[in-house]
Antibody
Framework: QLRLRESGPGLVKPSETLSLTCTVSGGSISSGSYYWGWIRQSPGKGLEWIGSIYYSGNTYYNPSLKSRITTSVDTSKNQFSLKLSSVTVADTALYYC??????????????WGQGTLVTVSS | SYELTQPPSVSVSPGQTATLTCSGDKLGNKYACWYQQKPGQSPVLVIYEDTKRPSGIPERFSGSNSGNTATLTISGTQAMDEADYYCQAWGGSVVFGGGTKLTVL
């Protein structure tokens, strides 16, 4: 059974860079056919896609966040990572990683990690 | 940018059919999927590619998509189905609807 688990600091100061890692178990991140994505959910709010990366390094991002996002993949550790720069309090959210199926217009996320809360505060 | 619109809330009595809608421009020309999120839990995919159910999702969950509206139907709604439901589609980027809170009462 494929499982994903997010990890990283729970508190980040304004203007600094948020860094998260997603560790995949029960399957290989290099298996192909899937991207690996990041989604966030502000407290009491809906879901917002951040970006996705393929094991080869191909990426695509939410246009509204693109200038601040960097993602990477480490196939040797079966992990992928997110960096979000110049954070503000508006970036406070529960951050999820998920396997992302994206092909021929079909697009969905399954399964999702448990999520990790990141608070931006001085 | 592309937008998906969901009603904020829907109520249904136990055993009845719940109908949740998701509207977007020419949404029927795209694939839609649906997620269920219970309080304190991660979202779970319940419908993908308009009508397909992932393994483990009960048959009472079904989906359709035509025109400008995708629909998630829950037949014989149970108390355990009370949750937030989000639709999602590709509209130049990944787009989520704002979510519908389903209350079973």
């Amino acid at each position: 059974q494929l499982r994903l688990r997010e990890s990283g600091p729970g508190l980040v100061k304004p203007s600094e860079t948020l860094s998260l890692t997603c560790t995949v178990s029960g399957g290989s991140i290099s298996s192909g056919s899937y991207y690996w994505g990041w989604i966030r959910q502000s407290p009491g709010k809906g879901l917002e896609w951040i970006g996705s990366i393929y094991y080869s390094g191909n990426t695509y991002y939410n246009p509204s966040l693109k200038s601040r996002i960097t993602t990477s993949v480490d196939t040797s550790k079966n992990q992928f990572s997110l960096k979000l720069s110049s954070v503000t309090v508006a970036d406070t959210a529960l951050y999820y990683c998920a396997r992302h199926r994206s092909y021929s217009g079909s697009d969905w996320f399954d399964p999702w990690g448990q999520g990790t809360l990141v608070t931006v505060s001085s | 940018s592309y937008e998906l619109t969901q009603p904020p809330s829907v109520s249904v009595s136990p055993g009845q059919t719940a109908t949740l809608t998701c509207s977007g421009d020419k949404l029927g020309n795209k694939y839609a999927c649906w997620y269920q999120q219970k309080p304190g839990q991660s979202p779970v995919l319940v419908i993908y590619e308009d009508t397909k159910r992932p393994s483990g999702i009960p048959e009472r969950f079904s989906g359709s998509n035509s025109g400008n509206t995708a629909t998630l139907t829950i037949s014989g709604t149970q108390a355990m189905d009370e949750a937030d439901y989000y639709c999602q589609a590709w509209g130049g980027s990944v787009v989520f609807g704002g979510g519908t809170k389903l209350t079973v009462l």
